[in-house]
């Protein structure tokens, strides 16, 4: 069974300064998609980026980019020039490519200093 | 819609009582999905509908909770005699036509039983 693990339950980082959450995950399958969401306080989850397990090149948007390790397993998401805004649960996720069923780690709480 | 919207936003209940939660998904959404999240955790998968049909509901807990799509639009979750440990936010996502895209979250329904 696929798993995703989140290590670090709550981390907090200076505004403007860049912080790194980590996931790991459990998998047999080749291929596959990876995610990472944000849930701020309204409840919304937010999709920040996503990583799909067959190209090599991390994927970037904006200030957010990833670092994808296939072999160890691990997926994590740096954020740079931290914003206020950027304050919120973060949930790394992952998703076979032939299946809907989205798998979710238990979450890191980033809390951004002022 | 602009988004996907679910109602009510907050729904407080006693034990024993039967609840409905709605889904509006994303207009042209064919594919539907809820998720549980209990207080701090990730969501967890309860079902997944494309068009009209469930096509996996491995999801759900138990006979209690039940799930339609009647005209493959909005979606209702239906829990037969709550019980405390349903307490938990319902989220629900579409995604254009299925595993290949991406899940919009709506912003979920707090469902406290008493």
């Known amino acids: 069974a696929q798993t995703v693990t989140q290590s670090q339950p709550e981390m907090s980082v200076q505004e403007a300064e860049t912080v790194t959450l980590s996931c790991t995950y459990d998998?047999?399958?080749?291929?596959?998609?990876l995610f990472w969401y944000k849930q701020p306080p309204s409840r919304q989850m937010i999709l920040v980026i996503r990583?799909?397990?067959?190209?090599?090149q991390n994927a970037t948007e904006n200030r957010f980019s990833v670092n994808f390790q296939k072999a160890a397993k691990s997926f994590s998401l740096k954020i740079s020039d931290s914003q206020l805004g950027d304050a919120a649960m973060y949930f790394c996720a992952y998703r076979r490519v032939s299946y809907d069923k989205v798998i979710f780690g238990p979450g890191t709480s980033l809390s951004v200093i002022p | 819609g602009a988004g996907v919207s679910q109602t009510p936003s907050n729904k407080v209940t006693e034990k024993g009582k039967y609840v409905e939660l709605r889904c509006d998904p994303i207009?042209?959404?064919?594919?539907l999905y809820w998720y549980r999240q209990s207080l701090g955790q990730g969501p967890e998968f309860l079902i997944y509908f494309q068009g009209t049909g469930a096509a996996d509901d491995s999801g759900l807990p138990n006979d209690r909770f039940f799930a339609v799509r009647p005209e493959g639009s909005v979606s209702t979750l239906k829990i037969q005699r709550t019980e405390r440990g349903d307490s938990a936010v319902y989220l629900c996502?579409?995604?254009?036509?299925?595993?290949?895209?991406?899940?919009?979250f709506g912003p979920g329904t707090r469902l406290t039983v008493l």
């Open positions: 207009s042209g959404h064919t594919a």
């Open positions: 998998t047999s399958e080749s291929d596959y998609y």
């Open positions: 990583q799909e397990a067959y190209k090599q």
């Open positions: 996502a579409s995604s254009l036509t299925g595993p290949l895209d991406t899940q919009y």
